[in-house]
């Protein structure tokens, strides 16, 4: 089982629905969580985090953390064809000896379309 | 802004060549990161630095060696390239892991080439 595991997509979504994109962990001291939007041949800039089990949001994006189900997700409302990207799910345990170091999933393409 | 900047955009190497990846960021962050990434396989961690003169093994890190000579820099060192090293690569950095952490903040990538 991969340490953090994404819907494979492609997901395509019609301009102005909500895009959906999962994101399951395997790791249960994982404390902090993140989602990355990567254009092509672009490197990955960091969108939303979240620490705490609930939801986050941020514009049109909201975090939901689940961590008694290890799971993670990331909705777009309104999606726009500017959000075509993968978006990377990435997670850490954070403090001691994990410097930080975040475990990536394999990304999710999501095309927006007209 | 945190800024993290790799030197090259694009390289064109030769098998066999030793190659130099730099990485030098501006916001005194205590970590330093390298990833290669391909399609298919996603992000993969080459080796990491949490502070100066100090290096950690990623998942992947035959083939390659770093140095941390300086906080603000972190190079990647291809002692001999090969064609299975054709890659992006991706240098990142953070901040000291307080009690949740930090996201990364990436470099532009350095697309190599090894011919």
């Known amino acids: 089982q991969k340490e953090v595991e994404q819907n494979s997509g492609p997901l395509s979504v019609p301009e102005g629905a909500i895009a959906s994109l999962n994101c399951t962990y395997s790791d249960r001291g994982s404390q902090s969580f993140f989602w990355y939007r990567q254009y092509s041949g672009k490197s990955p800039e960091l969108i939303m985090f979240?620490?705490?089990?609930g939801d986050k949001e941020d514009g049109r994006f909201t975090a939901q953390l689940n961590k008694a189900s290890q799971y993670v997700s990331l909705l777009i409302r309104d999606s726009q064809p500017s959000d075509s990207a993968t978006y990377l799910c990435?997670?850490?345990?954070?403090?001691?000896?994990?410097?930080?170091?975040?475990?990536f999933g394999q990304g999710t393409i999501l095309t927006v379309h007209p | 802004d945190v800024k993290v900047t790799q030197s090259s955009r694009y390289l064109v190497k030769r098998t066999g060549e030793k190659v130099f990846l730099e990485c030098v960021q501006d916001m005194d962050h205590e970590n330093m990161f390298w990833y290669r990434q391909d399609p298919g396989l996603g992000l993969r961690l080459i080796y990491f630095?949490?502070?100066?003169?100090?290096?950690e093994k990623g998942d992947i890190p035959e083939g390659y060696s770093v140095s941390r000579e300086k906080k603000e820099r972190f190079s990647l060192i291809l002692e001999s390239a090969s064609t299975n090293q054709t890659s992006m690569y991706l240098c990142?950095?953070?901040?000291?892991?307080?009690?949740?952490?930090?996201?990364?903040?990436f470099g532009s990538g350095t697309r190599l080439t090894v011919v």
């Open positions: 990435a997670v850490t345990r954070a403090g001691g000896t994990s410097y930080g170091k975040l475990t």
């Open positions: 990142a950095s953070s901040p000291s892991a307080g009690v949740y952490g930090y996201g990364y903040t």
């Open positions: 979240i620490y705490s089990n």
């Open positions: 630095s949490y502070d100066v003169k100090m290096k």
